[in-house]
């Protein structure tokens, strides 16, 4: 195997660990979060979209060129059949064709998990993001809510301080507390109402972003399977190249 398709190998193998890794059930996005905000990481961002178009490029070139290794050798190795040549110059073209299968193999699975690693990221940066916002509204909720019930229980302090108290100016101050503390109660109803409301449409988005995430998950599952298919398949023709 030369140089390059010894780097892209090696680059595979690390492409399925680091999304094995990112697919860990025990750490949560918010985590993930954190480690991409130290500063090494920080630093490496500026250049990410140059580094990840770069890798796309190369990755695209080395597998357009094994695909014309494998059509060259396979219209190659159906001519030489044909004519019936020798077994050695038969079996040489053989392992050229192999060859260029595997590095098209190797190539094209890069350049996939490469854009799946991308998205994967990208869905765990926005999936600890929503969780962020979901707790700061919960938090928001629970404070607006406690809020409430103190008004309320004020209020109804105030109007049992005041029913007994005598008609006239009292009466009419006493109506005048009580309304102001409705039209309060009613603020902070509808004030309740929208945070409320802003904290269900924070938990329908976190839903959205983690059924995108366990469909990204089931598309690695079953990428994973693909592979080791494929991987078996050469092995098994490497056992017959042996023999």
Request: aromatic share 10%.
């Amino acid at each position: 195997m030369t140089f390059q398709w010894t780097a892209v190998a090696g680059f595979l193998y690390g492409e399925i660990a680091v999304i094995l890794v990112l697919c860990l059930p025990f750490i949560s996005p918010l985590r993930w979060q954190k480690i991409f905000m130290i500063p090494l990481w920080s630093k490496m961002a500026v250049f990410w979209n140059k580094m990840f178009l770069t890798i796309i490029v190369l990755l695209i070139v080395l597998f357009l060129d094994a695909v014309r290794e494998v059509r060259k050798y396979s219209s190659v190795h159906v001519n030489e059949k044909a004519a019936n040549i020798n077994s050695s110059a038969f079996d040489h073209i053989q392992m050229k064709l192999f060859r260029s299968q595997r590095n098209l193999y190797l190539s094209g699975f890069s350049l996939f998990l490469w854009l799946v690693l991308r998205r994967t990221v990208t869905l765990l940066t926005q999936l600890a993001k929503e969780m962020a916002s979901h707790a700061a509204l919960e938090t928001q909720v629970n404070d607006a809510t406690e809020a409430a019930k103190k008004y309320m229980a004020e209020n109804e302090r105030l109007q049992e301080a005041l029913s007994g108290q005598g008609s006239g100016k009292k009466k009419e101050s006493k109506e005048a507390t009580q309304e102001k503390l409705k039209e309060e109660v009613e603020y902070l109803k509808a004030e309740l109402q929208k945070t409320s409301t802003a904290f269900q449409k924070a938990k329908n988005e976190v839903a959205a972003v983690k059924k995108q995430s366990d469909g990204v998950r089931r598309e690695y599952d079953h990428l994973m399977k693909e592979y080791e298919r494929l991987q078996q398949s050469l092995n098994k023709a490497e056992d017959k190249k042996d023999l």
